[in-house]
């Protein structure tokens, strides 16, 4: 599907076919470009909104089909709400709307002409008018994902016919350059859905790390791996434990965009995202039952987000230093798997006594976390993994959990979740918590025993943050991927979730 922004004066959906998409506020109040095509309709819109339920609410679509002497083919009036209610993830979401209802209707192009009345001092949307544009752009384009790569019957069931949308504004230049951003992060979420929706047969570790550096090295970003013989010689012992009862080899990649600062000083410090890269957990021999194993190719959504965002950041061209670590394994049962009571050595040198290989995020993490530290000294650290089956208890699919050693990180992630749509909800850590992981032979153990699973997890991972080091862990099990469609802007499967969270926190805090 192509998008394009236009000026006013390029419109001529108006004499040409396709649908002309207008809108109205709260009350049926109609805009600008909805009183242009109510008169050139001869009062078409007018007379359906007398015989419908069309309020002017935001999300509410009226459709008027095969509009009398005019060339569009249908007319689709846009409920936008109150104008103060209007923000940019609303409008993302009506781009999405729009999109959903024109596939519906079988269209192949598209005119969209909406225009909100600015802020004034009796109140009015805050967004401004190419903003607006952008981000009904950005919802469409999100609305556009689909994964049927794998499909090869009934393929006209799946093509959509909507073709070219076009989006009017005044503001063209300040749309163009608003929409160039959000469409590389766009492409970075599609890119993040692509590698959490294909199957573990196909995205192994290593050709999860050859694509991400097929992907990032044409943007610009210096990407390397390490594979196991390199990670052995450096003492990776967490992560290889886990990968090694799998035929497939496990990976580390190490994926850095320099648009910061240059030098030692301390500005130059980037900020570094880490990411749990299990491309199938089967539990290991601490096996899963069938139910549970079923969506387990997804289990390197952390890894996907990363890979994402740094893919998004180096399209943007944001002026920041980013470095992206993920640990690539697959969770598998062999002969040379690693057991229940297994000793593994992290390559921080602590010791873990291994209770259940399920549990094994956090092994790979751990020593992520260690050499992502010792080679970067990042100004903050996040981490992102589908850590628990508890943080889905706790959170359902709406929130992901949040766990951090500092206030302001997680406050900045707070206000870039509910900017974005992605949220996060702090859950505690507490020395309490870490008693809970205490080894009677270890240094610690890999599991709490009790309830709290999602905090003893957290806790596990903190054991491997340097004193001093801000550092936030995402628990995103609940929100990767999901069954259906719940959302306009998210499609069924995976989600891409964090990508739009840490642009947004990195544009708002980290770039010069
Ligand atoms: N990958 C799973 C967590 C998970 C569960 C993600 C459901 C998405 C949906 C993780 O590796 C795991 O198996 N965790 C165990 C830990 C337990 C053994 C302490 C869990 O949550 O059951
Ligand atoms: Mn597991
Ligand atoms: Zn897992």
Same mark, same amino acid.
Request: hydrophobic share 40%; charged share 20%.
């Given at each position: 599907m192509q998008i394009s922004l236009v000026?006013?004066?390029?419109v001529?959906a108006?004499?040409?076919?396709g649908a002309w998409v207008v809108g109205?506020?709260?009350? #049926?109040?109609?805009?600008?470009g909805?009183? %242009?095509?109510?008169?050139?309709?001869?009062?078409?819109?007018?007379?359906?909104?007398?015989?419908?339920?069309?309020?002017?609410?935001q999300g509410q679509i009226?459709e008027?089909?095969?509009?009398?002497?005019?060339?569009p083919s249908r007319l689709l009036l846009v409920g936008l #709400?109150?104008?103060?209610?209007v923000d940019e993830k609303g409008l993302e979401t009506l781009g999405a709307q729009i999109v959903g209802r024109l596939y519906a209707g079988g269209e192949s192009q598209a005119t969209i002409e909406i225009d909100v009345?600015?802020?004034?001092?009796?109140?009015?949307?805050?967004v401004?008018k190419a903003e607006l544009a952008a981000h009904l752009a950005f919802g469409a384009k999100l609305k556009s994902y689909a994964?049927?790569?794998?499909?090869?019957?009934?393929?006209?069931?799946?093509e959509k016919k909507l073709k070219t949308v076009r989006i009017v504004t005044?503001?063209l230049?300040?749309a163009k350059k608003a929409h160039a951003g959000l469409a590389a992060i766009a492409d970075g979420i599609f890119?993040?859905r692509? %590698?959490?929706?294909?199957?573990?047969?196909?995205?192994?570790?290593?050709?999860?790390?050859?694509?991400?550096?097929?992907?990032?090295?044409?943007?610009?970003?210096?990407?390397?791996?390490?594979?196991?013989?390199?990670?052995?010689?450096?003492?990776?012992?967490?992560?290889?434990?886990?990968?090694?009862?799998?035929?497939?080899?496990?990976?580390?990649?190490?994926?850095?965009?320099?648009?910061?600062?240059?030098?030692?000083?301390?500005?130059?410090?980037?900020?570094?995202?880490?990411?749990? #890269?299990?491309?199938? &957990?089967?539990?290991?021999?601490?096996?899963?039952?069938?139910?549970?194993?079923?969506?387990?190719?997804?289990?390197?959504?952390?890894?996907?987000?990363?890979?994402?965002?740094?893919?998004s950041?180096?399209?943007?061209?944001?002026?920041?230093?980013?470095?992206?670590?993920?640990?690539?394994?697959?969770?598998?049962? &062999?002969?040379?798997?690693?057991?229940?009571?297994?000793?593994?050595?992290?390559?921080?040198?602590?010791?873990?006594?291994?209770?259940?290989?399920?549990?094994?995020?956090?092994?790979?993490?751990?020593?992520?976390?260690?050499?992502? @530290? *010792?080679?970067?000294?990042?100004?903050?650290?996040?981490?992102?993994?589908?850590?628990?089956?508890?943080?889905?208890?706790?959170?359902?699919?709406?929130?992901?959990?949040?766990?951090?050693?500092?206030?302001?990180?997680?406050?900045?992630? @707070?206000?870039?979740?509910?900017?974005t749509g992605?949220?996060?909800? @702090?859950?505690?850590?507490?020395?309490?918590?870490?008693?809970?992981?205490?080894?009677?032979?270890?240094?610690?153990?890999?599991?709490?025993?009790?309830?709290?699973?999602?905090?003893?997890?957290?806790?596990?991972?903190? *054991?491997?943050?340097?004193?001093?080091?801000?550092?936030?862990?995402?628990?995103?099990?609940?929100?990767?991927?999901?069954?259906?469609e719940?959302k306009p802007t998210i499609p069924?499967?995976?989600t891409g979730?964090?990508v739009r969270?840490?642009? *947004?926190?990195?544009?708002?805090?980290?770039?010069?």
């Amino acid at each position: 599907m192509q998008i394009s922004l236009v000026a006013p004066s390029n419109v001529t959906a108006k004499q040409g076919g396709g649908a002309w998409v207008v809108g109205a506020m709260e009350g #049926g109040h109609l805009l600008p470009g909805a009183i %242009l095509a109510d008169k050139a309709s001869g009062g078409a819109l007018t007379r359906a909104l007398k015989v419908s339920r069309f309020t002017g609410k935001q999300g509410q679509i009226l459709e008027v089909l095969a509009p009398a002497g005019l060339k569009p083919s249908r007319l689709l009036l846009v409920g936008l #709400g109150k104008a103060d209610g209007v923000d940019e993830k609303g409008l993302e979401t009506l781009g999405a709307q729009i999109v959903g209802r024109l596939y519906a209707g079988g269209e192949s192009q598209a005119t969209i002409e909406i225009d909100v009345p600015p802020a004034s001092k009796k109140g009015g949307s805050k967004v401004k008018k190419a903003e607006l544009a952008a981000h009904l752009a950005f919802g469409a384009k999100l609305k556009s994902y689909a994964f049927n790569k794998y499909r090869t019957r009934n393929l006209e069931e799946y093509e959509k016919k909507l073709k070219t949308v076009r989006i009017v504004t005044s503001d063209l230049a300040a749309a163009k350059k608003a929409h160039a951003g959000l469409a590389a992060i766009a492409d970075g979420i599609f890119l993040a859905r692509d %590698l959490v929706n294909e199957p573990p047969n196909v995205l192994y570790p290593a050709e999860f790390a050859r694509r991400a550096k097929a992907q990032l090295s044409r943007l610009g970003v210096k990407v390397q791996i390490l594979g196991e013989a390199e990670m052995k010689k450096q003492g990776f012992g967490a992560l290889l434990g886990v990968g090694q009862g799998s035929a497939r080899e496990s990976q580390l990649v190490i994926m850095q965009w320099n648009g910061g600062p240059k030098g030692n000083k301390k500005s130059a410090r980037p900020i570094a995202l880490v990411g749990k #890269g299990v491309c199938f &957990d089967s539990g290991g021999l601490s096996i899963k039952v069938g139910a549970g194993m079923q969506g387990m190719k997804g289990d390197m959504a952390g890894a996907a987000c990363v890979v994402g965002t740094i893919a998004s950041l180096a399209a943007r061209k944001a002026k920041v230093n980013a470095v992206g670590v993920i640990g690539l394994v697959e969770n598998m049962p &062999d002969g040379g798997a690693f057991r229940p009571d297994d000793v593994l050595t992290s390559l921080s040198g602590q010791t873990i006594e291994v209770l259940n290989t399920d549990a094994e995020g956090r092994l790979v993490l751990a020593d992520a976390l260690t050499y992502t @530290q *010792r080679r970067f000294q990042p100004k903050a650290l996040i981490d992102l993994a589908t850590l628990t089956g508890a943080i889905v208890q706790t959170l359902g699919h709406e929130h992901a959990g949040i766990f951090s050693n500092d206030d302001q990180l997680v406050q900045r992630l @707070q206000a870039a979740g509910r900017h974005t749509g992605e949220r996060v909800w @702090q859950l505690p850590l507490d020395p309490a918590y870490d008693k809970m992981i205490r080894s009677k032979i270890a240094d610690m153990k890999n599991i709490g025993g009790g309830n709290s699973g999602a905090i003893t997890a957290a806790q596990f991972l903190q *054991r491997f943050i340097e004193k001093g080091m801000a550092w936030a862990h995402l628990d995103i099990a609940g929100v990767a991927w999901q069954d259906g469609e719940h959302k306009p802007t998210i499609p069924s499967w995976g989600t891409g979730w964090g990508v739009r969270l840490l642009n *947004r926190l990195v544009k708002e805090h980290y770039e010069a």
